[in-house]
Protein backbone atom coordinates (compact mmCIF):
# COMPACT_ATOMS: atom_id res chain seq x y z
CA UNK A 1 0.00 0.00 0.00
CA UNK A 2 1.18 3.32 -0.72
CA UNK A 3 2.15 5.25 2.05
CA UNK A 4 3.94 8.58 2.66
CA UNK A 5 5.88 8.56 5.65
CA UNK A 6 6.06 12.91 5.08
CA UNK A 7 2.24 13.07 4.88
CA UNK A 8 1.66 10.96 8.26
CA UNK A 9 4.01 13.11 9.99
CA UNK A 10 2.62 16.43 8.94
CA UNK A 11 -0.76 14.68 10.38
CA UNK A 12 0.57 13.94 13.22
CA UNK A 13 1.76 17.75 13.43
CA UNK A 14 -1.36 19.41 12.47
CA UNK A 15 -3.26 17.12 15.01
CA UNK A 16 -0.78 18.73 18.27
CA UNK A 17 -1.48 21.83 16.47
CA UNK A 18 -5.09 21.94 16.22
CA UNK A 19 -6.91 23.09 19.14
CA UNK A 20 -9.80 21.35 18.21
CA UNK A 21 -10.40 18.32 15.92
CA UNK A 22 -13.72 17.34 13.85
CA UNK A 23 -13.48 13.72 12.42
CA UNK A 24 -15.94 12.37 9.57
CA UNK A 25 -15.24 8.96 8.79
CA UNK A 26 -17.25 6.60 6.40
CA UNK A 27 -17.98 2.91 4.92
CA UNK A 28 -14.38 2.05 4.23
CA UNK A 29 -12.90 2.69 7.52
CA UNK A 30 -15.33 -0.81 8.77
CA UNK A 31 -14.65 -2.42 5.89
CA UNK A 32 -11.21 -2.77 7.12
CA UNK A 33 -13.13 -4.98 9.94
CA UNK A 34 -15.03 -7.14 6.96
CA UNK A 35 -18.16 -4.93 7.08
CA UNK A 36 -19.70 -5.37 3.40
CA UNK A 37 -20.64 -1.80 2.19
CA UNK A 38 -23.21 -0.77 -0.02
CA UNK A 39 -20.71 -0.88 -2.91
CA UNK A 40 -20.10 -4.55 -2.42
CA UNK A 41 -21.93 -6.70 -4.81
CA UNK A 42 -25.00 -8.41 -2.72
CA UNK A 43 -25.18 -12.36 -1.86
CA UNK A 44 -26.88 -14.86 -1.95
CA UNK A 45 -31.07 -14.49 -1.57
CA UNK A 46 -30.02 -10.36 -2.11
CA UNK A 47 -27.71 -11.22 -5.18
CA UNK A 48 -30.51 -9.70 -7.54
CA UNK A 49 -31.09 -6.35 -5.56
CA UNK A 50 -29.44 -3.39 -5.12
CA UNK A 51 -29.27 -1.43 -1.83
CA UNK A 52 -29.95 1.62 -2.79
CA UNK A 53 -33.38 0.10 -4.09
CA UNK A 54 -33.69 -1.87 -0.36
CA UNK A 55 -32.55 1.15 1.83
CA UNK A 56 -35.86 3.76 1.06
CA UNK A 57 -38.75 4.39 2.87
CA UNK A 58 -40.61 3.65 -0.38
CA UNK A 59 -39.37 0.21 -0.67
CA UNK A 60 -40.31 -0.26 3.28
CA UNK A 61 -43.82 0.66 2.91
CA UNK A 62 -43.80 -1.26 -0.18
CA UNK A 63 -42.30 -4.68 1.45
CA UNK A 64 -41.68 -4.13 5.15
CA UNK A 65 -41.07 -7.55 5.67
CA UNK A 66 -38.58 -8.19 2.62
CA UNK A 67 -36.07 -4.64 3.77
CA UNK A 68 -36.37 -6.30 7.61
CA UNK A 69 -35.21 -9.34 6.57
CA UNK A 70 -32.08 -7.32 4.61
CA UNK A 71 -31.31 -5.57 7.42
CA UNK A 72 -31.40 -8.41 9.55
CA UNK A 73 -29.04 -9.65 7.69
CA UNK A 74 -26.65 -6.91 7.78
CA UNK A 75 -27.08 -7.05 11.93
CA UNK A 76 -26.28 -10.58 12.11
CA UNK A 77 -22.56 -9.87 9.71
CA UNK A 78 -22.30 -7.12 12.26
CA UNK A 79 -22.15 -9.76 15.24
CA UNK A 80 -19.69 -11.60 13.86
CA UNK A 81 -17.09 -8.54 13.18
CA UNK A 82 -14.92 -6.20 15.57
CA UNK A 83 -13.85 -3.20 15.44
CA UNK A 84 -10.79 -2.40 13.38
CA UNK A 85 -7.34 -0.74 14.70
CA UNK A 86 -8.49 2.38 12.75
CA UNK A 87 -11.31 2.86 15.18
CA UNK A 88 -9.53 2.11 18.17
CA UNK A 89 -7.01 4.28 16.99
CA UNK A 90 -9.31 7.20 16.43
CA UNK A 91 -10.70 6.50 20.01
CA UNK A 92 -7.30 6.97 21.96
CA UNK A 93 -6.67 9.84 19.24
CA UNK A 94 -10.05 11.70 21.02
CA UNK A 95 -8.65 10.64 24.46
CA UNK A 96 -5.34 11.79 23.90
CA UNK A 97 -6.24 15.55 22.53
CA UNK A 98 -9.43 16.46 24.18
CA UNK A 99 -11.38 18.41 21.79
CA UNK A 100 -12.21 15.93 19.34
CA UNK A 101 -15.95 15.17 17.52
CA UNK A 102 -16.54 12.58 15.55
CA UNK A 103 -19.10 12.35 13.03
CA UNK A 104 -20.06 8.90 11.27
CA UNK A 105 -22.04 8.36 8.11
CA UNK A 106 -21.54 4.30 9.48
CA UNK A 107 -24.36 2.71 10.91
CA UNK A 108 -22.82 -0.01 12.81
CA UNK A 109 -21.46 1.28 16.17
CA UNK A 110 -18.05 0.14 15.83
CA UNK A 111 -16.35 3.16 17.04
CA UNK A 112 -18.38 2.70 20.05
CA UNK A 113 -17.70 -0.69 20.36
CA UNK A 114 -13.96 0.07 20.05
CA UNK A 115 -14.34 2.56 23.37
CA UNK A 116 -15.32 5.91 21.22
CA UNK A 117 -17.68 7.86 23.54
CA UNK A 118 -18.96 10.63 22.06
CA UNK A 119 -20.20 9.89 18.55
CA UNK A 120 -22.14 11.93 15.84
CA UNK A 121 -24.46 9.14 13.91
CA UNK A 122 -25.11 11.23 10.82
CA UNK A 123 -27.22 7.96 9.40
CA UNK A 124 -28.38 6.70 12.59
CA UNK A 125 -27.60 3.19 13.94
CA UNK A 126 -28.73 -0.10 12.44
CA UNK A 127 -29.25 -1.75 16.07
CA UNK A 128 -32.25 0.59 17.15
CA UNK A 129 -35.51 -0.37 16.78
CA UNK A 130 -37.68 2.65 15.40
CA UNK A 131 -41.29 2.82 14.78
CA UNK A 132 -41.92 4.42 11.33
CA UNK A 133 -44.59 6.30 11.94
CA UNK A 134 -43.79 8.09 15.03
CA UNK A 135 -39.93 7.86 14.88
CA UNK A 136 -39.08 6.65 17.60
CA UNK A 137 -37.03 4.13 19.08
CA UNK A 138 -39.30 1.43 20.52
CA UNK A 139 -38.94 -1.57 22.51
CA UNK A 140 -39.31 -4.44 19.88
CA UNK A 141 -38.31 -8.07 19.83
CA UNK A 142 -36.07 -8.31 16.98
CA UNK A 143 -35.83 -11.55 16.33
CA UNK A 144 -38.22 -12.03 13.56
CA UNK A 145 -38.41 -12.47 9.98
CA UNK A 146 -41.05 -9.96 9.93
CA UNK A 147 -40.82 -6.56 10.62
CA UNK A 148 -42.37 -6.31 14.23
CA UNK A 149 -45.23 -3.86 15.15
CA UNK A 150 -44.82 -0.93 17.46
CA UNK A 151 -45.88 -1.37 20.84
CA UNK A 152 -47.78 1.54 21.19
CA UNK A 153 -49.66 3.00 17.78
CA UNK A 154 -49.20 -0.75 16.02
CA UNK A 155 -47.31 1.00 12.64
CA UNK A 156 -44.02 -1.37 11.84
CA UNK A 157 -40.72 -1.00 13.16
CA UNK A 158 -38.10 -0.71 11.26
CA UNK A 159 -34.24 -0.12 11.54
CA UNK A 160 -32.88 3.38 12.96
CA UNK A 161 -30.85 4.07 9.69
CA UNK A 162 -31.46 7.30 7.36
CA UNK A 163 -32.51 6.04 4.21
CA UNK A 164 -31.90 7.47 1.03
CA UNK A 165 -34.75 10.59 0.66
CA UNK A 166 -34.20 10.90 4.46
CA UNK A 167 -33.61 13.71 6.42
CA UNK A 168 -30.41 13.65 8.40
CA UNK A 169 -31.60 13.44 12.50
CA UNK A 170 -32.02 17.51 13.37
CA UNK A 171 -29.65 16.79 16.57
CA UNK A 172 -27.03 14.67 14.94
CA UNK A 173 -26.98 17.71 12.13
CA UNK A 174 -26.75 20.40 14.48
CA UNK A 175 -23.63 18.99 15.95
CA UNK A 176 -21.97 17.91 12.98
CA UNK A 177 -22.49 21.62 11.65
CA UNK A 178 -21.04 22.57 14.93
CA UNK A 179 -18.03 20.86 14.84
CA UNK A 180 -17.27 21.71 11.34
CA UNK A 181 -17.64 24.75 12.31
CA UNK A 182 -15.85 24.72 15.50
CA UNK A 183 -12.59 23.15 14.49
CA UNK A 184 -9.67 24.06 13.23
CA UNK A 185 -8.38 20.73 11.82
CA UNK A 186 -11.03 18.63 9.52
CA UNK A 187 -9.66 15.25 9.10
CA UNK A 188 -12.06 12.88 6.72
CA UNK A 189 -11.66 8.86 6.43
CA UNK A 190 -12.82 6.01 4.82
CA UNK A 191 -15.29 8.45 2.58
CA UNK A 192 -16.07 9.17 -0.35
CA UNK A 193 -17.50 12.31 0.64
CA UNK A 194 -19.61 12.11 -2.39
CA UNK A 195 -23.33 11.99 -0.17
CA UNK A 196 -24.66 15.13 0.67
CA UNK A 197 -25.29 16.59 3.53
CA UNK A 198 -22.27 14.82 4.61
CA UNK A 199 -19.86 15.78 2.01
CA UNK A 200 -20.38 19.15 2.53
CA UNK A 201 -18.99 19.51 6.17
CA UNK A 202 -15.73 19.47 5.24
CA UNK A 203 -16.40 22.50 2.73
CA UNK A 204 -18.01 24.50 6.06
CA UNK A 205 -14.91 23.89 7.98
CA UNK A 206 -12.67 25.35 5.05
CA UNK A 207 -14.74 28.20 5.43
CA UNK A 208 -14.54 28.62 8.84
CA UNK A 209 -10.77 28.23 8.33
CA UNK A 210 -10.17 24.73 9.29
CA UNK A 211 -7.35 22.82 7.54
CA UNK A 212 -8.72 19.81 5.80
CA UNK A 213 -6.73 16.03 6.02
CA UNK A 214 -8.09 13.40 4.15
CA UNK A 215 -6.99 9.55 4.52
CA UNK A 216 -7.85 7.46 1.76
CA UNK A 217 -5.56 4.69 -0.52
CA UNK A 218 -7.45 6.41 -3.48
CA UNK A 219 -5.36 9.41 -4.91
CA UNK A 220 -8.98 10.20 -6.09
CA UNK A 221 -10.40 11.32 -2.90
CA UNK A 222 -7.99 13.88 -2.61
CA UNK A 223 -9.73 17.20 -4.01
CA UNK A 224 -8.35 20.23 -5.22
CA UNK A 225 -8.98 21.59 -1.30
CA UNK A 226 -7.01 19.05 0.70
CA UNK A 227 -4.38 20.13 2.74
CA UNK A 228 -3.04 17.41 3.71
CA UNK A 229 -2.98 13.79 1.65
CA UNK A 230 -2.44 10.75 3.71
CA UNK A 231 -2.90 8.16 0.86
CA UNK A 232 -2.85 4.67 2.94
CA UNK A 233 -5.92 2.53 4.51
CA UNK A 234 -6.84 3.75 7.80
CA UNK A 235 -6.32 0.56 9.54
CA UNK A 236 -2.36 1.00 8.78
CA UNK A 237 -1.98 5.24 8.88
CA UNK A 238 -4.12 6.03 11.84
CA UNK A 239 -2.49 3.89 14.81
CA UNK A 240 0.85 5.13 13.07
CA UNK A 241 0.01 8.61 13.60
CA UNK A 242 -1.10 7.61 17.20
CA UNK A 243 2.09 6.21 17.87
CA UNK A 244 4.23 9.20 16.40
CA UNK A 245 1.91 11.70 19.11
CA UNK A 246 2.45 8.99 21.84
CA UNK A 247 6.56 9.58 20.86
CA UNK A 248 6.19 13.06 20.75
CA UNK A 249 4.74 13.42 24.21
CA UNK A 250 7.43 10.87 25.95
CA UNK A 251 9.75 13.09 24.76
N1 LIG B 1 -9.19 3.19 4.66
C1 LIG B 1 -9.64 4.44 4.33
N2 LIG B 1 -10.36 4.68 3.21
C2 LIG B 1 -10.64 3.65 2.41
C3 LIG B 1 -10.19 2.32 2.67
C4 LIG B 1 -9.45 2.12 3.86
N3 LIG B 1 -9.02 0.91 4.19
N4 LIG B 1 -10.60 1.52 1.66
C5 LIG B 1 -11.26 2.32 0.78
N5 LIG B 1 -11.29 3.60 1.22
C6 LIG B 1 -11.96 4.77 0.62
C7 LIG B 1 -12.41 4.58 -0.80
O1 LIG B 1 -11.34 4.91 -1.67
C8 LIG B 1 -13.58 5.58 -0.91
O2 LIG B 1 -13.09 6.86 -1.26
O3 LIG B 1 -13.17 5.03 1.37
C9 LIG B 1 -14.12 5.68 0.52
C10 LIG B 1 -15.50 5.02 0.71
O4 LIG B 1 -16.47 5.79 0.06
P1 LIG B 1 -18.00 5.36 -0.06
O5 LIG B 1 -18.09 3.90 -0.40
O6 LIG B 1 -18.66 6.36 -0.92
O7 LIG B 1 -18.55 5.43 1.44
P2 LIG B 1 -19.16 6.67 2.22
O8 LIG B 1 -18.46 7.92 1.88
O9 LIG B 1 -19.28 6.25 3.65
O10 LIG B 1 -20.64 6.72 1.62
C11 LIG B 1 -21.54 7.62 2.17
O11 LIG B 1 -23.39 6.52 1.10
O12 LIG B 1 -23.56 4.23 0.79
C12 LIG B 1 -24.17 5.35 1.33
O13 LIG B 1 -25.41 5.81 3.29
C13 LIG B 1 -24.26 5.15 2.81
O14 LIG B 1 -23.21 6.32 4.64
C14 LIG B 1 -23.01 5.88 3.31
C15 LIG B 1 -22.90 7.03 2.34
Known amino acids: MIDDPTATDTLTAALRQASTVAV????????????PTFRDPQEGLWAGFRPEDLATPEAFERDPDRVWQWYRGRRQQLAEVEP????????????????L???????????????????????????????????????????????????????????????????????????????????DLFLAVGTSAEVYPAAGLADLAREHGARVAVVNPDAAAFGAHTDIAVQ??????????????DAACRR
Do not use: K, M
Open 24 to 35: LTGADISADSGV
Open 84 to 99: NAGHYALARLAERLGD
Open 101 to 183: RLVTQNVDGLHQRAGHGDVIEFHGNIHDNVCHRERRVVDADDDCDTAPHCPRCQARVRPGVVWFGEEIPPRALASALAAAEAC
Open 232 to 245: ARAAEALPRVVERL
